[in-house]
């Protein structure tokens, strides 16, 4: 069964740099279009970023447009997210999901994934 698992989240200033992980079992890794969604405190769930089977095609939510950089390395079964120029309302647990099928194009509606890691927690002070 496949597993995702995130890591890297924690607690950092404003303005600071964190990189998450997300480390993905199995062999079938390339062939999934990957995502970064968070959800805040007293929040809905939102997306962030997703990537297509390359690093050739991604989108993301316009609040962190230009610091933020989602990517992945298909030799290491692994999904990153980049965060740069943190703020306070960056502060919500981070999930990684996988596309409910293979071979399709990047998506931000999170009705498409259907495989979810358990979330880390990023808090950003001011």
């Known amino acids: 069964q496949v597993q995702l698992v995130e890591s890297g989240g924690g607690l950092v200033q404003a303005g600071g740099s964190l990189r998450l992980s997300c480390a993905v079992s199995?062999?079938?890794?390339?062939?999934?279009?990957m995502g970064w969604f968070r959800q805040a405190p007293g929040k809905e769930r939102e997306f962030v970023a997703t990537?297509?089977?390359?690093?050739?095609?991604?989108m993301y939510v316009d609040s962190v447009k230009g610091r933020f950089t989602i990517s992945r390395d298909n030799a290491k079964n692994t999904l990153y997210l980049q965060m740069n120029s943190l703020k306070p309302e960056d502060t919500a647990v981070y999930y990684c999901a996988r596309d409910s099928a293979p071979f399709q194009g990047p998506t931000s509606s999170s009705a498409r994934f259907d495989l979810w890691g358990q979330g880390t927690q990023v808090t950003v002070s001011s």
């Open positions: 990537i297509g089977r390359s690093n050739s095609v991604t």
């Open positions: 199995g062999r079938t890794f390339s062939m999934y279009v």
